[in-house]
Structures are given as structure tokens and as C-alpha cells.
């Protein structure tokens, strides 16, 4: 199908110029003096030029274009339902053509002959993984993606912006001091366990999978009793009211704690209802392990963070401290420096557990592209104009990249040059050298929850 004059006006002529290119050699009618050719190929960088070339035209489906992009409709894999699109747009900066490779939805979109086809710009943009666009939209279309949650809006370059409530920055912040806690509260309870071993005389040492008991290897069919000798003692004699919010139920599940030295096993549940948890609240489980020649008891603590207790107040008093802590940020993400007036990207604080008799720090910290903004929002980078936005109200916003399947055949492309430019295709320069050893790594033990008390709030 050839295209009318009027069907291509609205596009940019390099745009237009990829329409043709494409058309002709699908047909095979594309010489390698065609002017065309050379048009299109001074119109991209190299990398994107190479990966544009590398296109199968003659399998090509379909070809749609909208005002601002071109897209290249080609079947996806064996037996996918999805199929490949290479989107073709203009970078208004540097003036040369990109392309990005993405996935498209089979299902409404069959071609029974290929065909060329008008495409709304939104319908494009979905392809890539956002909605509204700065350089055509104007700050319209940022303000529209702020009063809905999730709608990406692309601000710069391949950086995509999207934005919730600041509930979700908060939440997401103060998971790190979630995990820390739980680990706090799971210790603890592993050493109240060590200390009813010892004295009955078992020594125990706890390391990062659990409290270990190492033994000789048991008489047969003794596996079952030690194991459950274990439980029953802890299910009996460990005390954790101060560590739990509530009062809880014990109950022993020894139906895996078998003779058998393989898979043997028992469980104690502790149930209650602490931190909206109507079933077991914290899980101890006592397990038999055996590793080559190496025998022991092993012993690890699950714990529901929300029944912990004091976990109410530390969340409470974390996210006080983030929202009372506003003032300039800064994160690079790639070659894009992001300053913006929001909320703290780390924060850490001393708090003293119900359950010990003494403080500990407990840190949070943001994902590296999640921004708390509260206020105004730069963007800079060296190939493209600055984008800067004032925030009416704090939001989350979570700072993503345009879609683009082609990273990998782009970064093999990029390697490769590299490895041409300093003549590493002509093999290894030290291949008879015989480089020393390095020095051995000590091995450390460290307990990974014991901390010093700090000298400073």
C-alpha cells in the first residue's frame, strides 16, 4: 500500500522519510545508492541506525504512524500472543530519529494483509509506557497526570514521571525500618532461646539463618525425639509476652517430626490477634539439618511485623520525623541530576524496643527513583532542556524510563565499539603473564543485630 501526499503532511519529513524507506524495501526496490537510504541513516545516530537496518522489512505487518512517531508491526515469537513494534520518533533536542522496541497486543490488532495505517499518538505512547508528553502536551499534560494516579507523563529524554498520593513515599520509606525491627524482634526471641539451652547446658550460636545447635550424628529413629524435645522446651518454657502486642495461644505441630533423618521437623505456632492478625502471629520452627558430615539442631523465628510490639509507635514516629524533616533533596538517576523540596531520602533514629533493655538504630531509606515532593521539581541533563514543575501539594512521584526492548542489541552494539577501539578483538595482550594470587579474605563472624549505643540523637 503506497500513501497519498496528504496522509504524509502531517508528519516530520525525516519521519516521513522512514515511511518510504521502509515501503521500498519491503519491495526490495531499495538500492544502496537510493538517496532515501542515506537520508534515513544520517537521520539516526550509528547505534540506532544499525539496529533500524537490522529490521526484517519483508516480515513487516504493518506499518502505523501518528503525528509524532512511526511504528514497525512485525510478528512476535513462536507461539505469543504479543507482537513486536519498533516505534520510530523524533528526539526534538538533538534532532536525530530514535527507535524504541516494545510489545503490542495481538488480539485487535491482526493484519490479514499488511497494510499502513493512521495511529493515534496516545495509542503510541501507551507502547512506551506513558501517556502524556511534555514537548507536545506543554505542562497541561503534567498537570493532568498529577490529579491521576499512575498516568506516566514523559518529561525529559527517556525519564518518565508518575505520581501518587505521598502516603505510598512515606510507606515505601519506612519499609527498610519494617524489616530492620522484625529482625530486632526475631534475634531477641533467638536469644531467650540460646539462654534455655544453656542452662541446660547445650551451647548454641546464633548466626544469620537461625540459632544452631551442632550435634553428633544421633542414634536411629532418635532424630524425631530431639526435635521434638526442642519444641516441646520452647513451647513451654519461652517467655515472649513483652515481645508480642498481645496475648497469644501456643500450639505444637509435631507431625513432621518423624524418625526419619530427612525432612523432620516441628513447628510452634503462636496465635493471636495482635496487629489486625486473627492466625498465628509469630512461627518458631525446629528442623533436624544434616550437610555432609555435619549434624545439627536448627532453630528459626518468623514474626508478623505489625504484632510486634512498639511496632505502632516506631512507624508512627518515623514517618513524624520524615514529614517534620522537609528541605532540598538531589538523586542522580543515569545522566538525569533530579532536585527537588520534599521529604528526606534516608533517615535514622534511636529507639529503645519494648522487649530490650536497650536502644538500637533503627534507618529508612527511599527507592533510588522514588521522590517525595512536596514542593518543586528540577530536572536537568546535559542534551536536553530543563523540566521544572511546582508541586501544589506533596505527591510520590516515582521516576521511571521509557519502554524500550532494544537496551540489550544497543549495549552489545556499544560494547562492541568499545572492544574495536582498543583493539581487544585481536585477543588477550597478557595471556603468558602470571598474575600473583590475592591475599586471602578473612572470614568474620558478626552479629548482625548487636549495635553500639550512639553518642548522638
Not at 511504528?71 to 513486536?84: C, N
Not at 523465628?301 to 514517618?319: Q, S
Not at 533533596?329 to 535514622?348: A, D
Amino acid at each position: 500500500m503506497v500513501l497519498g501526499d496528504a496522509d504524509l503532511d502531517q508528519l516530520d519529513p525525516r519521519l516521513r522519510a522512514v515511511v518510504e524507506y521502509v515501503l521500498r524495501a519491503r519491495q526490495g526496490v531499495l538500492g544502496e545508492d537510493d538517496p532515501i537510504r542515506g537520508f534515513v541513516r544520517d537521520s539516526f545516530d550509528e547505534d540506532s541506525y544499525e539496529v533500524f537496518g537490522s529490521i526484517r522489512f519483508g516480515d513487516l505487518l504493518g506499518v502505523g504512524f501518528s503525528r509524532n512517531y512511526v511504528v514497525l508491526i512485525l510478528p512476535g515469537g513462536e507461539g505469543e500472543h504479543l507482537l513486536t513494534a519498533y516505534v520510530v520518533g523524533l528526539n526534538r533536542g538533538s534532532g536525530r530519529l530514535f527507535i524504541h522496541g516494545a510489545r503490542m497486543p495481538s488480539v485487535g490488532s491482526e493484519f490479514k494483509e499488511f497494510r499502513v495505517f493512521p495511529m493515534p499518538d496516545v495509542d503510541v505512547r501507551s507502547l512506551l509506557g506513558f501517556v502524556y508528553d511534555v514537548e507536545f502536551d506543554g505542562v497541561e499534560g503534567v498537570l493532568e497526570a498529577l490529579g491521576r494516579d499512575w498516568v506516566g507523563v514523559r518529561v525529559q529524554g527517556d525519564i518518565v514521571l508518575t505520581f501518587d498520593s505521598i502516603d505510598n513515599y512515606t510507606d515505601l520509606s519506612t519499609r527498610a525500618a519494617v524489616e530492620q525491627y522484625g529482625e530486632y524482634a526475631a534475634h531477641e526471641v533467638l536469644r531467650r532461646i540460646r539462654r534455655l539451652l544453656e542452662d541446660r547446658g547445650v551451647g548454641s550460636e546464633i548466626t544469620q539463618h537461625g540459632l544452631v545447635i551442632p550435634i553428633d550424628e544421633p542414634g536411629r529413629g532418635e532424630v524425631g525425639a530431639l526435635v521434638r524435645g526442642v519444641a516441646r522446651l520452647i513451647a513451654n518454657e519461652l517467655g515472649v509476652s513483652d515481645v508480642l502486642s498481645c496475648p497469644v495461644e501456643i500450639k505444637v505441630d509435631e507431625r513432621n517430626a518423624c524418625a526419619d533423618r530427612r525432612n523432620c521437623f516441628a513447628n510452634i505456632y503462636y496465635m493471636g490477634n495482635c496487629g489486625g492478625f486473627r492466625k498465628y502471629v509469630m512461627q518458631v520452627v525446629v528442623d533436624y539439618v544434616s550437610q555432609g558430615s555435619a549434624r545439627s539442631i536448627s532453630i528459626s523465628v518468623f514474626m508478623r511485623h505489625g504484632a510486634i510490639a512498639g511496632f505502632d509507635e516506631l512507624i508512627n514516629t518515623v514517618k513524624d520525623l520524615l514529614m517534620g524533616s522537609v528541605g532540598w533533596q538531589e538523586v542522580q538517576i543515569g545522566r538525569h541530576r533530579i532536585k527537588y523540596h520534599g521529604l528526606p531520602r534516608s533517615l535514622t533514629i534511636t529507639y529503645k524496643p519494648p522487649f530490650m533493655g536497650r536502644e538500637v538504630l533503627i534507618s529508612m531509606y527511599a527507592p533510588s527513583n522514588v521522590l517525595g515532593v512536596t514542593g518543586e521539581l528540577l530536572i536537568t541533563h546535559p542534551e536536553h532542556e530543563e523540566f521544572r514543575i511546582k508541586l501544589n501539594e506533596p505527591r510520590t512521584v516515582f521516576v521511571m524510563h521509557v519502554i524500550n526492548n532494544l537496551v540489550p542489541r544497543q549495549n552489545l552494539l556499544r560494547l562492541r565499539r568499545i572492544a574495536k577501539s582498543f583493539n581487544a578483538y585481536e585477543g588477550p595482550t597478557n595471556e603468558d603473564v602470571e598474575l600473583p594470587l590475592p591475599p586471602p579474605i578473612p572470614i568474620m563472624t558478626i552479629d548482625p543485630v548487636e549495635v553500639v549505643k550512639p553518642t548522638h540523637q
